[in-house]
């Protein structure tokens, strides 16, 4: 695990990523008493909204090593591409995932959280950060260069948290762009979120979610295939 151990050190030193991609998810978490308590679902949009913003940088690690040509090395070298990537987007997701404890605990401990809702937004919350992961990556291989990977992927960003409802309800969009945010993983999620908090954790529940993974599947393997360019 040499490569995940020098991913995460890379990420954790770059205040770029560093400040928005784990400072900020973290005040989010601790600040938001109210909003945890009363209208956790819209903490969640906005702890997500964080998260998918900040995922470009604590992914662009493989994009930096095959502009400078490292990727070549790791190529001809005796680590597999498989096990490259799958280190890589370990590192990239660490941090959210201690994010996800803390709000485990904080829910439990101080919002006032049952069980069954804690452990539902841990499993759509992780789900949704390794899906982002893997669309952080499938992205950066479509680019040369860091800048213009990251001033395009805001863009894409905001306008996937429109049409996925993380911005206003997609009951509000016209009929014709209320299911085109569907082959992105925060519409799901939103899905996923929503019958949790009504229903709890529901056959429903599982297949959202089951959706939002096999699309960050897809993501993942249009990334692999992109690598050498």
Same mark, same amino acid.
């Given at each position: 695990?040499?490569?995940?151990?020098?991913?995460?050190?890379?990420?954790?030193?770059?205040?770029?990523?560093?400040?928005?991609?784990? !400072?900020?998810?973290?005040?989010?978490?601790?600040?938001?008493?109210?909003?945890?308590?009363?209208?956790?679902?819209?903490?969640?949009?906005?702890?997500?909204?964080?998260?998918? &913003?900040?995922?470009?940088?604590?992914?662009?690690?493989?994009?930096?090593?095959?502009?400078?040509?490292?990727?070549?090395?790791?190529?001809?070298?005796?680590?597999? &591409?498989?096990?490259?990537?799958?280190?890589?987007?370990?590192?990239?997701?660490?941090?959210?995932? &201690?994010?996800?404890? !803390?709000? *485990?605990?904080?829910?439990?401990?101080?919002?006032?959280?049952?069980?069954?809702?804690?452990?539902?937004?841990?499993?759509?919350?992780?789900?949704?950060?390794?899906?982002?992961?893997?669309?952080?990556?499938?992205?950066?291989?479509?680019?040369?260069?860091?800048?213009?990977?990251?001033?395009?992927? !805001?863009?894409?960003?905001?306008?996937?948290?429109?049409?996925?409802?993380?911005?206003?309800?997609?009951?509000?969009?016209?009929?014709?762009?209320?299911?085109?945010?569907?082959?992105?993983?925060?519409?799901?999620?939103?899905?996923?979120?929503?019958?949790?908090?009504?229903? *709890?954790?529901?056959?429903?529940?599982?297949?959202?979610?089951?959706?939002? !993974?096999?699309?960050?599947?897809?993501?993942?393997?249009? *990334?692999?295939?992109?690598?050498?360019?």
């Amino acid at each position: 695990m040499i490569i995940f151990k020098y991913a995460l050190l890379r990420n954790l030193r770059s205040p770029a990523s560093y400040l928005p991609g784990v !400072l900020v998810p973290i005040v989010v978490i601790i600040a938001l008493t109210n909003t945890w308590t009363f209208t956790p679902v819209a903490g969640l949009l906005s702890l997500v909204f964080f998260m998918l &913003m900040s995922s470009v940088l604590l992914a662009s690690l493989v994009l930096e090593d095959r502009v400078d040509g490292s990727i070549i090395k790791i190529l001809i070298s005796p680590v597999r &591409m498989a096990s490259y990537i799958f280190q890589n987007l370990l590192a990239a997701i660490i941090p959210s995932i &201690m994010q996800i404890i !803390l709000l *485990g605990i904080l829910g439990l401990l101080r919002y006032n959280w049952t069980v069954e809702f804690t452990v539902g937004v841990a499993i759509a919350l992780f789900i949704f950060v390794l899906t982002t992961a893997t669309f952080a990556f499938c992205w950066n291989m479509f680019f040369r260069s860091k800048s213009s990977s990251r001033y395009s992927f !805001l863009f894409a960003s905001a306008l996937i948290m429109l049409l996925s409802g993380l911005i206003i309800p997609i009951e509000m969009m016209p009929g014709f762009m209320q299911n085109v945010g569907a082959i992105f993983h925060p519409y799901w999620f939103t899905r996923a979120v929503a019958v949790l908090y009504s229903y *709890g954790i529901t056959v429903q529940f599982w297949l959202y979610n089951i959706i939002a !993974l096999f699309i960050g599947i897809g993501f993942l393997l249009v *990334g692999s295939r992109r690598r050498r360019m």
